[in-house]
């Protein structure tokens, strides 16, 4: 079974940065939460690495087509947050694109099933996914 490892470091009094394989990301809370907004919270991050995941297999889905011409994608994320003990209780993400709607339907739902992030948030939280 593999596996994928992320290092976190102290960065500053607030501030950590994450080292992903050759990559880092400062992450901080915002001034209001007492942070000195370096980066984003935690939470924010998981929601750009669920865009991200979600977009690498909807782009993987398009390039095996030569059908499927997509193009302006855009994916927005709203999560509604719960209290006691504080969570993200909904995820929705939202696509849009200049493409045939069906089939940019039949790509979402590919890219809705291959993507290793949304699969494990899906047994914690209700995700979900629309078009348009």
Not at 95 to 102: K, L, N, P, Q, R
Request: charged share 25%; proline share 2%.
């Amino acid at each position: 079974m593999a596996n994928i490892a992320v290092t976190l470091k102290q960065h500053d009094a607030t501030a950590s940065i994450a080292t992903i394989r050759d990559h880092q990301i400062v992450m901080d809370r915002p001034e209001e939460k007492c942070g000195n907004n370096l980066g984003p919270m935690g939470g924010e991050a998981m929601l750009a690495s669920l865009g991200g995941c979600f977009m690498s297999n909807l782009r993987a889905a398009i390039a095996a087509r030569e059908d499927a011409a997509v193009d302006e994608i855009e994916l927005k994320i709203t999560a509604t947050l719960a209290e006691h003990p504080q969570r993200f209780s909904a995820i929705h993400m939202r696509i849009t694109a200049e493409a045939d709607s069906a089939k940019l339907q039949k790509l979402v739902t590919t890219a809705e099933r291959a993507c290793i992030t949304a699969n494990t948030l899906r047994r914690a939280v209700e995700l979900s996914v629309s078009v348009g």
